[in-house]
């Protein structure tokens, strides 16, 4: 076996100790709470040591926001400029696509995430500041692809709007027991609307 092949064996190996690990605390979670579920308990159900937790995952919260190629999938779509596409269907086209990207929200792992995200207090802070920063990166990645055209403040107060309006659909999706997925495509949509239709003339 060659170095090249041993490493992909390895790698292979290391993804599927992650997943397994994912996979339990989140049947745990689902089961038990968060806040009763324990790593040591984590690491028994996926039948990995408590050390081996700690190699993929520094505490039990990262568990829940274990994708970090997400924000890099987003940032690239912005990227992808359209011809004649404004600033907010650029951003809702980008986080539309990530609803079929990399993770899908319709798999039931990311429905539970999500549900753990908007109403465990723990993880509400945590969000928060994910938030925050996610939101600096879009504004930026936006500004770059009009230079000149979007102001620092005009690109947050865009990202603030489309962020704000995926989270309400979200929420509210879950508290009625509708499908996450459609309500937060259907508040895109509206989005991108409003924005065309207050800023006639103006690629915003």
Same mark, same amino acid.
């Given at each position: ?21 994912? %996979?339990?605390?989140?049947?745990? =979670?689902?089961? &038990?709470?968060?806040? *009763?579920?324990?790593?040591? !308990?984590? $690491? @028994? +159900? ?20 274990? %994708?970090?190629?997400?924000?890099? =999938?987003?940032? &690239?779509?912005?990227? *992808?400029?359209?011809?004649? !596409?404004? $600033? @907010? +269907? ?115």
């Amino acid at each position: 076996m060659t170095e090249g092949a041993a490493q992909g064996m390895r790698e292979r190996k290391k993804q599927r100790t992650r997943r397994a690990v994912v %996979e339990a605390a989140y049947r745990l =979670f689902d089961e &038990r709470g968060y806040e *009763e579920t324990t790593i040591n !308990e984590i $690491a @028994a +159900a996926a039948d990995v040591s408590p050390g081996t937790f700690f190699n993929h995952f520094p505490a039990k919260e990262d568990v829940v926001f274990s %994708e970090p190629g997400q924000m890099d =999938f987003v940032l &690239r779509t912005i990227g *992808e400029r359209h011809d004649g !596409e404004t $600033a @907010a +269907a650029v951003l809702v086209r980008a986080i539309g696509s990530a609803l079929t990207g990399p993770r899908d929200p319709r798999d039931e792992l990311e429905l539970l995430r999500l549900r753990l995200t908007l109403t465990v207090p723990a993880l509400q802070a945590a969000v928060l500041q994910r938030l925050f920063d996610a939101q600096e990166r879009l504004a930026e990645a936006l500004r770059a692809t009009r230079p000149g055209e979007l102001g620092e403040l005009e690109s947050l107060a865009l990202v603030g709007a489309v962020s704000g309006a995926m989270i309400a659909a979200a929420r509210g999706a879950l508290a009625r027991e509708l499908p996450v997925a459609e309500a937060v495509e259907e508040a895109l949509s509206g989005i991108a609307a409003s924005q065309a239709a207050t800023a006639p003339g103006r690629r915003v």
